[in-house]
């Protein structure tokens, strides 16, 4: 492999534009910028779940989801080219039951807090469903792999059975949501 990095600045984007992986170019607010932005964003916060001490089923799910949403971004940075399939859903609809069977039946809405791990992915949950959300904005108007957003909307699922598992282990327990009385 070439160096596919081998300068970091190239000047070319002090325009507001940004160039695309076919070679085209678009302002740095268009939706598909925005949704390739939310998809690194996510990705990054789930970089920082992984620095902390978290169970090693959860590490090797996370770290295998963040090549897939590396290649997410790869896909969406050149129009109608497809890389998520069914096969990644499988895998997350497969993580979520294994994570899920051992919990206790959720009852009341949980509070996005916790330990520091179980704080920050929620901040991934709520940036994946960000992303999933700008990706369904890009899809009014361009072509956008349906696999795509089913697995961001998977994806927030497992994130939040990842919070509730790493709340066990962070704290022993989630922090129940208390409505104020009327």
Same mark, same amino acid.
């Not at 039951?97 to 929620?122: M, Q, R, W, Y």
């Given at each position: 492999?070439?160096?596919?990095?081998?300068?970091?600045?190239?000047?070319?984007?002090?325009?507001?534009?940004?160039?695309?992986?076919?070679?085209?170019?678009?302002?740095?607010?268009?939706?598909?910028?925005?949704?390739?932005?939310?998809?690194?964003?996510?990705?990054?916060? $789930?970089?920082?779940?992984?620095?902390?001490?978290?169970? !090693?089923?959860?590490?090797? +799910? /996370?770290? %295998?989801?963040?090549? @897939? #949403?590396?290649?997410?971004?790869?896909?969406?940075?050149?129009?109608?080219?497809? $890389?998520?399939?069914?096969?990644?859903?499988?895998?997350? !609809?497969?993580?979520?039951? +294994? /994570?899920? %069977?051992?919990?206790? @039946? #959720?009852?009341?809405?949980?509070?996005?807090?916790?330990?520091?791990?179980?704080?920050?992915?929620?901040?991934?949950?709520?940036?994946?469903?960000?992303?999933?959300?700008?990706?369904?904005?890009?899809?009014?108007?361009?072509?956008?792999?349906?696999?795509?957003?089913?697995?961001?909307?998977?994806?927030?699922?497992?994130?939040?059975?990842?919070?509730?598992?790493?709340?066990?282990?962070?704290?022993?327990?989630?922090?129940?949501?208390?409505?104020?009385?009327?």
């Amino acid at each position: 492999m070439g160096n596919r990095l081998s300068k970091i600045y190239t000047r070319s984007g002090d325009n507001g534009t940004t160039g695309l992986g076919d070679g085209s170019r678009v302002e740095k607010d268009h939706p598909r910028i925005e949704a390739l932005g939310t998809v690194d964003e996510l990705n990054s916060t $789930i970089g920082t779940v992984l620095a902390y001490d978290i169970p !090693e089923i959860i590490q090797t +799910n /996370l770290h %295998k989801i963040q090549h @897939d #949403l590396f290649d997410l971004g790869g896909e969406l940075s050149i129009p109608n080219h497809s $890389i998520i399939s069914e096969s990644h859903i499988i895998f997350i !609809e497969k993580a979520l039951d +294994n /994570l899920n %069977k051992d919990l206790p @039946d #959720l009852k009341e809405f949980i509070l996005p807090a916790g330990g520091v791990a179980t704080s920050h992915c929620h901040m991934a949950r709520a940036i994946c469903r960000r992303a999933e959300r700008r990706c369904y904005s890009l899809a009014q108007n361009s072509s956008v792999n349906p696999a795509a957003l089913k697995y961001l909307n998977r994806l927030s699922d497992l994130l939040f059975v990842v919070c509730r598992v790493l709340a066990r282990h962070e704290n022993g327990s989630e922090i129940l949501w208390q409505p104020t009385a009327k």
